[in-house]
């Protein structure tokens, strides 16, 4: 199955369930892509002693999932994209909401 993630969250708690959910899903198989959209782009800076979030991308990306990111979001937060979350468009979106089977959003 094609599962879209879509996270708009920065708190730290919703994006780390996010990707312990995107992991999980990897390792039954299924295709997944997370596109971080608005306040979403923000998910590399959210780690906390109690929600690890970069560890879960991590294990996300490792797993073959795919993570995405805003570029216009990142833009307007003076940030850039990273090899973790590379810059994408609103066809990236477009695209990845038209061939998902489900999308779920954070």
Not at 38 to 65: A, H, I, N, P, Y
Not at 68 to 80: Q, V, W
Request: with cysteine; charged share 25%; glycine share 10%.
């Amino acid at each position: 199955m094609k599962i879209g993630i879509v996270i708009y969250s920065n708190d730290s708690e919703t994006v780390w369930n996010a990707f312990r959910f995107g992991v999980f899903a990897v390792k039954q198989g299924d295709s997944v892509t997370s596109f971080l959209l608005g306040k979403g782009v923000e998910c590399e800076t959210l780690d906390s002693d109690r929600f690890k979030v970069t560890e879960q991308m991590r294990l996300f990306v490792e797993g073959g999932g795919k993570i995405l990111a805003c570029g216009t979001c990142l833009k307007i937060r003076h940030s850039e994209g990273s090899d973790l979350c590379p810059v994408s468009t609103m066809k990236d979106l477009y695209e990845l909401i038209r061939d998902a089977d489900k999308i779920i959003t954070f």
